[in-house]
């Protein structure tokens, strides 16, 4: 999957796929989530502040797996 780097003192980049949302954070661990809507990966994308909007709209929200 490709990946965007992004502005964000977590997150380093972020890809979409058909419903699977990838985050490689700063710590170069990698997560899968599952089921992700397009406009929820739009949202994040523009929000200012990604880390935020991932902790209170994505994380925990949906099926994830630890890919590194």
Avoid at 26 to 52: A, F, R
């Amino acid at each position: 999957m490709e990946r965007i780097r992004v502005s964000s003192s977590n997150i380093k980049e972020i890809g979409y796929l058909l419903g699977t949302l990838e985050i490689l954070f700063k710590n170069n661990t990698i997560y899968q989530y599952k089921q992700v809507p397009e406009n929820i990966y739009n949202q994040l994308i523009n929000s200012s502040s990604k880390g935020t909007y991932f902790s209170e709209n994505i994380k925990n929200e949906f099926p994830c797996r630890k890919i590194r």
